[in-house]
């Protein structure tokens, strides 16, 4: 019953005119408590710690990523810096964080496995950790239904 429901939700997706690369955020169930940039970086936060990554639509256009670089811990960075990269076969890309904090935590593993964006990148292939220091910029970032509208209208 649940799967047929799914099938008819997709098949609706497939006839309302959006893109493919963004058809795949309507089918994400682990979206509670997330918030995107425009550039594509994700934050979830819990008890004042917000766990930062890129989203699946970046993985996707970066193509198979190939080296990570990550902040090291106890750096201070403010909402929009640059702090580290990624590189695929494809492109390069920097990454930026979403909130202002102190580093408290990089993802070693993604460092020496980068391929875990591509399998998983809200899960094991999350980037760094942020302790906030102005959890008030989360309201400046989009929720999951307005990244889901943002990539519909300009992707």
């Not at 004042?48 to 090291?72: C, H, K, M, N, R």
């Not at 460092?111 to 998983?120: A, D, M, R």
């Amino acid at each position: 019953m649940v799967l047929g429901s799914i099938m008819r939700s997709a098949t609706k997706l497939s006839r309302s005119g959006i893109p493919p690369c963004c058809r795949r955020t309507f089918y994400s169930t682990d979206n509670k408590g997330r918030y995107y940039t425009k550039k594509h970086e994700w934050v979830s936060v819990d008890s004042g710690v917000g766990t930062i990554g890129i989203s699946s639509y970046a993985q996707d256009a970066l193509g198979e990523v190939v080296f990570v670089q990550l902040p090291e811990v106890g750096r201070t960075v403010a909402a929009g810096d640059e702090c580290g990269a990624l590189e695929s076969v494809k492109a390069a890309s920097e990454v930026y964080t979403p909130v202002s904090g102190t580093v408290t935590e990089k993802n070693d593993t993604v460092e020496s496995t980068p391929s875990l964006i591509n399998k998983s990148c809200y899960q094991e292939g999350w980037l760094f950790k942020v302790k906030l220091s102005s959890p008030e910029e989360l309201q400046q970032l989009m929720n999951q239904t307005d990244y889901d509208k943002y990539l519909e209208e300009s992707h």
